[in-house]
C-alpha cells in the first residue's frame, strides 16, 4: 500500500510522539532513584537523564531497532495501517498508565500494539515467533536479573564500606550516583530509542524507500533521539514518586546499586537486541536493594500492581492496535 508524502510524515510524527511519550513515561526508570536519595534536583536530574538518553546512540549499535523492525512482526506485513494501529495502541496505554501514575512497559506497549495490529491484517502469520518469544522471555529475566545484580551490588557496597562512617558512605555514594545514574540513562536510550526507530524504518521500508534493503537512516537515528531526550526532560513525576519512593526507601548507596544493577541489565540487552522494559529492570533491581535490607522494607502491595500492569499490557495495547487497525481499513475503503 503506498501513501502520499503527507500521510508519511504524519505517521512518522505519530511515531516520534510516542517517543516523546516513552521519554516522558520512562522519565523515572532513569531519575527516580536519584530524585528519590535528594542527589539531585529533579529538573537537574532530567537534564543529566536527557543527554545520556540523547548519545546513546553512539554507544550501542542497532541490534534493537533491527529485532522491532523486522522480528516482531514480518517486515512484509507491515503497511502504514498496521503503523498506525500499533502506535495508538502503544500511545493510548501509555497516556492511561501515565494518567494514573503506573509505571507500566512503553516497550511491551509498543510491541503489544505492534502485535494485535499485524494479527488483525492477516492472523497469527503475521508473528515472527523468534522475536516475540525474546521478549516476553524479557518480561521475566530483566526483573530477575536487575534484581540479583543489585542484591550482588548491596553486598559489595556493605563489604568496601566496613571502614567509612554512615556520613562517609552517603557521601561517596552521592558521587557515584551521579555515574549510575548516567550509565542507565545511557543504557535506556540505547533500547528504547531504538523500538521507535525500528517501526519508522519498516514504515519507510513498506514504502520502497529505503532501497529495497532493511536499514536505519542515520536521520531517523537522530530524531528519535531527540524526540526520547525531550519527553524525558518533561518528566513524568507521579511515575517518578511510585517508583522512588513507593515501593520502598532509598539511600544513595541503595540508589546507586539499583541504577547499577539496572544498567548493567539493559547493556547486555542492547548488546543481545533483546527489546526489554527499562521500567521491568530498575524495578527488579529497587526491589532488590529494599528486600536485601529486610523482606518488609519493599511495599508488596504496590509492587505486586505494578506486576499486573506488566502482564496487562501486552493484549491491552495489542487489543486498541487491533481495534485502531479495524477503525482505518474501514474508513479506506
Known amino acids: ?43 537537574h536530574a532530567v537534564l543529566w537523564a536527557a543527554f545520556f538518553n540523547f548519545i546513546a546512540f553512539t554507544v550501542f549499535g ?19 495501517q498496521v503503523i498506525f494501529g500499533a502506535l495508538m495502541g502503544a500511545i493510548s496505554w501509555n497516556v492511561i498508565t501515565w494518567r494514573f501514575g503506573i509505571p507500566s512497559s512503553s516497550s511491551h506497549a509498543l510491541i503489544g500494539g505492534l502485535l494485535g495490529a499485524g494479527i488483525a491484517k492477516v492472523g497469527p502469520s503475521a508473528i515472527v515467533w523468534s522475536g516475540v518469544r525474546n521478549t516476553i522471555a524479557g518480561i521475566f529475566v530483566s526483573p530477575a536479573v536487575g534484581l540479583i545484580l543489585a542484591l550482588a551490588l548491596v553486598l559489595v557496597v556493605a563489604w568496601t564500606s566496613l571502614r567509612l562512617t554512615p556520613m562517609g558512605v552517603d557521601r561517596r555514594y552521592r558521587k557515584l550516583q551521579l555515574v549510575s545514574a548516567a550509565l542507565y540513562s545511557l543504557g535506556h536510550g540505547g533500547n528504547d530509542a531504538q523500538k521507535t526507530m525500528g517501526i519508522i524504518a519498516v514504515l519507510l521500508y513498506s514504502q520502497g524507500m529505503l532501497g529495497g534493503e532493511f536499514h536505519i537512516p542515520f536521520w531517523v537515528i537522530l530524531a528519535c533521539q531527540a524526540a526520547m ?17 513507593k515501593i520502598t526507601r532509598l539511600t544513595p548507596a541503595q540508589g546507586f546499586c539499583a541504577e547499577t544493577g539496572g544498567a548493567i541489565t539493559l547493556f547486555l540487552a542492547n548488546v543481545g537486541g533483546i527489546p526489554v522494559s527499562s521500567t521491568h529492570t530498575i524495578t527488579g533491581a529497587i526491589v532488590g536493594v529494599g528486600s536485601a535490607r529486610r523482606l518488609s522494607a519493599v511495599r508488596w502491595n504496590v509492587a505486586s500492581r505494578i506486576v499486573v500492569a506488566w502482564i496487562v499490557t501486552l493484549p491491552a495495547a495489542g487489543l486498541i492496535g487491533a481495534l485502531c487497525y479495524e477503525a482505518t481499513r474501514l474508513l479506506a475503503r
Open 1 to 43: 500500500m503506498t501513501i502520499s508524502f503527507t500521510v508519511l510524515v504524519l505517521l512518522i510524527g505519530v511515531a516520534l510522539l510516542f517517543d516523546f511519550l516513552n521519554g516522558l513515561h520512562d522519565a523515572a526508570n532513569s531519575i527516580a532513584t536519584v530524585v528519590s536519595t535528594r542527589v539531585l534536583k529533579p529538573h
Open 62 to 80: 542497532l541490534h534493537v531497532a533491527n529485532t522491532v523492525g523486522k522480528g516482531i512482526v514480518d517486515a512484509q506485513v507491515i503497511d502504514p
Open 229 to 245: 531526550a525531550a519527553g524525558t526532560m518533561s518528566g513524568g513525576w507521579k511515575i517518578v514518586h511510585t517508583m522512588g519512593s
